[in-house]
């Protein structure tokens, strides 16, 4: 047994954290701002006091044994760091999967930017005060100073980089915004760029299940940066059509331009670029599988948010920055579909595309084009 602080603990990840631990028949500490109150599987100490701000933490922690493995969830990373010096033999602290990663067009990517998928050797952080991005900035300030505190042996550092969280009780709901339009009976839902927007997601049990395993395989995990997500990831189209079946709904999918597709800027979190992490070393070193599936995983957050909607322009509506402006989708519908009449009647004859390499019938046969569109028997 060993005696656990963690910081945060009460949200979507923090309590199967906990419970986890209790499970293992760890001695569990909570420390949270106090907002949110929840149940865990058995009493566990709570510390209220807010760990944004370094005065508040260490007050919190003022006269309060020392710990064996602390994990950072919540608050400001560079403040734990300090406090915790010394005062704990490891530390598993929870970040971004992209969080702190220089801008796509940092000339340290290459000549062609950020690359399609990060690879976990092959990353840089943004610079410290960097004007461009400075809450990034921060957080990668943030993870250098975790692991320099490891390297003077102020106690063992482990980082855990979190995809964009889904699931029952995860802050700012990604799939409300699908959610509410089928369960409001709209017929037509927008999606950009035919929904091929491709962002790393990670269900909140399976997050939780990848921190409990940082914290409790010290041997695997100290020294190291992990980043984790769900094993199988799929493309925004996937997961609304699987939205639209499991909710038993007739809707329809208009693809729109990024530019014009402004209801859809929420659900794809106002981006248009992919953000795609490579995740295999928390399988192979930690041993992470996803204990639930993500189809299951999705399926049950989307029946938890029918059965706990959020209130229309409440905080978690806010948080997605969703107007579900109904009146303005459907006038920009009738305009898309006037624009691809007015298309369809220009007309764009195409010539046959061919194989690059030839297929000879006789040796020594020349490439030739073919004689048959071959595109007719794919249709």
């Known amino acids: 047994m060993e005696r656990i602080l963690v910081i945060g603990g009460t949200g979507a990840t923090g309590v199967p954290l906990v419970n986890g631990l209790l499970t293992l028949g760890h001695d569990v500490t909570?420390?949270?701002?106090?907002?949110?109150?929840?149940?865990?599987?058995?009493?566990?100490?709570?510390?209220?006091?807010?760990?944004?701000?370094?005065?508040?933490?260490?007050?919190?922690?003022?006269?309060?044994?020392?710990?064996?493995?602390?994990?950072?969830?919540?608050?400001?990373?560079?403040?734990?760091?300090?406090?915790?010096?010394?005062?704990?033999?490891?530390?598993?602290?929870?970040?971004?999967?992209?969080?702190?990663?220089?801008?796509?067009?940092?000339?340290?990517?290459?000549?062609?930017?950020?690359?399609?998928?990060?690879?976990e050797d092959d990353e840089h952080l943004l610079p410290d005060g960097s004007p461009e991005w400075p809450f990034g900035a921060k957080m990668a300030s943030a993870e250098r100073e975790l692991f320099a505190a490891h390297e003077r042996g102020d106690f063992g550092a482990t980082y855990l980089g979190y995809p964009l969280l889904y699931g029952p009780h995860a802050p700012g709901p990604q799939d409300w915004s699908i959610v509410r339009r089928v369960l409001d009976g709209r017929r037509q839902i927008i999606l950009q760029d035919s929904g091929l927007r491709y962002e790393m997601r990670g269900f909140t049990?399976?997050?939780?299940?990848?921190?409990?395993?940082?914290?409790?395989?010290?041997?695997?995990?100290?020294?190291?940066?992990?980043?984790?997500?769900?094993?199988?990831q799929y493309t925004a189209r996937q997961?609304?059509?699987?939205?639209?079946?499991?909710?038993?709904?007739?809707?329809?999918?208009?693809d729109i331009a990024y530019d014009q597709a402004r209801p859809a800027h929420p659900f794809a979190r106002f981006r248009r670029d992919h953000r795609i992490r490579a995740t295999e070393l928390s399988q192979a070193v930690l041993g992470y599988v996803d204990p639930v599936d993500p189809p299951d995983a999705l399926a049950r957050t989307v029946d938890w948010l029918v059965a706990h909607p959020p209130r229309p322009g409440d905080e978690d509506e806010q948080k997605i920055g969703d107007p579900f402006d109904y009146a303005r989708e459907d006038r920009i519908v009738r305009a898309v579909r006037r624009f691809a009449d007015e298309v369809a009647g220009i007309g764009y004859p195409l010539p046959v595309p061919a194989h690059q390499y030839r297929h000879p019938r006789v040796p020594g046969e020349r490439w030739t084009a073919p004689l048959v569109d071959w595109r007719e028997s794919t249709r």
């Not at 997961?239 to 208009?254: P, S, W």
């Open 30 to 119: 909570v420390l949270h701002g106090g907002q949110h109150e929840v149940d865990f599987a058995e009493d566990v100490r709570h510390i209220h006091c807010d760990p944004h701000f370094a005065d508040s933490l260490a007050g919190g922690l003022a006269g309060v044994r020392d710990f064996d493995v602390a994990v950072v969830m919540y608050g400001r990373l560079e403040h734990a760091v300090r406090t915790l010096a010394g005062r704990t033999g490891r530390v598993v602290a929870v970040g971004g999967i992209m969080g702190g990663n220089a801008l796509p067009d940092d000339p340290r990517w290459g000549a062609m930017g950020m690359p399609l998928r990060v690879t």
């Open 205 to 232: 049990e399976n997050m939780a299940h990848a921190v409990l395993l940082a914290a409790t395989r010290p041997a695997d995990a100290v020294g190291r940066k992990f980043y984790v997500a769900d094993t199988r």
């Open 239 to 254: 997961r609304v059509e699987f939205i639209i079946r499991h909710l038993g709904a007739d809707v329809e999918i208009v």
